[in-house]
């Protein structure tokens, strides 16, 4: 049996503010985008992993939430206190300085890890932590 990972869903308050990070900062595609019901989903993805795709979603992605559970699920959010994406690279220091070039909010700059990786972080424009990994060889 073989498994791969198709989609995975990041909670966005703003879908447009958030195309700005993800598709012109990060270089991802835009695959999809769709409205239901007064919410929208917009799929994106790396040209270079065509089957892989991340979906930007409301934060409480469900019509018949009561006003507190929105309000809940929007107070999460703006604490960068809901989900999270780390993203492969092959330069971690040009990603660095290209994502914050594009104004990205920068949570960690790039440094060497204890385990083999070097890494840095930014938080989107939701309050997400969004890291880039580069593996160190040897």
């Not at 598709?23 to 040209?47: H, Q």
């Not at 699920?73 to 990603?95: H, I």
Request: proline share 7%; aromatic share 8%.
């Amino acid at each position: 049996m073989d498994i791969t990972l198709k989609q995975c869903f990041i909670a966005v308050d703003d879908h447009d503010t958030a195309l700005g990070f993800y598709r012109d900062a990060l270089g991802l595609e835009v695959r999809n985008d769709v409205g239901f019901e007064g919410m929208r989903w917009v799929t994106v993805g790396a040209p270079s992993q065509p089957d892989t795709e991340i979906v930007l979603e409301p934060p409480l992605a469900d019509p018949h939430a009561s006003p507190a559970d929105r309000r809940a699920m929007a107070e999460l959010l703006a604490k960068g206190l809901l989900r999270g994406v780390n993203f492969s690279t092959d330069d971690v220091d040009a990603a660095f300085e290209r994502i914050r070039a594009a104004g990205g909010e920068v949570l960690q700059e790039p440094v060497d890890q204890p385990y083999g990786v070097r890494d840095c972080a930014f938080r989107d424009p939701a309050g997400n932590m969004v890291r880039f990994i580069q593996r160190k060889d040897g």
